[in-house]
């Protein structure tokens, strides 16, 4: 929970801060690699995706997992719209 949040803190303060250096980076992967399930600590946020993308060290580690978690909750949300609208 409390990775969970940081990582949601960090994706959305990121966009308008200076890259992080590598030694950050670097406690942020093993961090993200320590979980159980990445999945437990995704946020369906667009800061995440572009957090994650922005950085090669993590996008290369964890960019299609958080792409794929990214195109599961897009298709399910949509798949849930569209049963709304039917009713």
């Not at 320590?34 to 993308?53: E, R």
């Not at 060290?57 to 990214?70: D, I, S, T």
Request: glycine share 2%; proline share 5%.
């Amino acid at each position: 929970c409390v990775l969970r949040s940081a990582l949601y803190l960090l994706a959305v303060t990121q966009d308008k801060s200076p890259r992080l250096d590598v030694v950050p980076l670097n406690y942020i992967c093993k961090a993200f690699s320590s979980c159980q399930s990445f999945s437990s600590i995704y946020s369906h946020h667009p800061a995440l995706l572009h957090f994650v993308c922005r950085y090669q060290e993590l996008a290369e580690k964890f960019g299609p997992l958080v792409l794929e978690l990214w195109l599961t909750r897009k298709s399910h949300n949509d798949a849930e719209q569209s049963m709304a609208k039917e009713e």
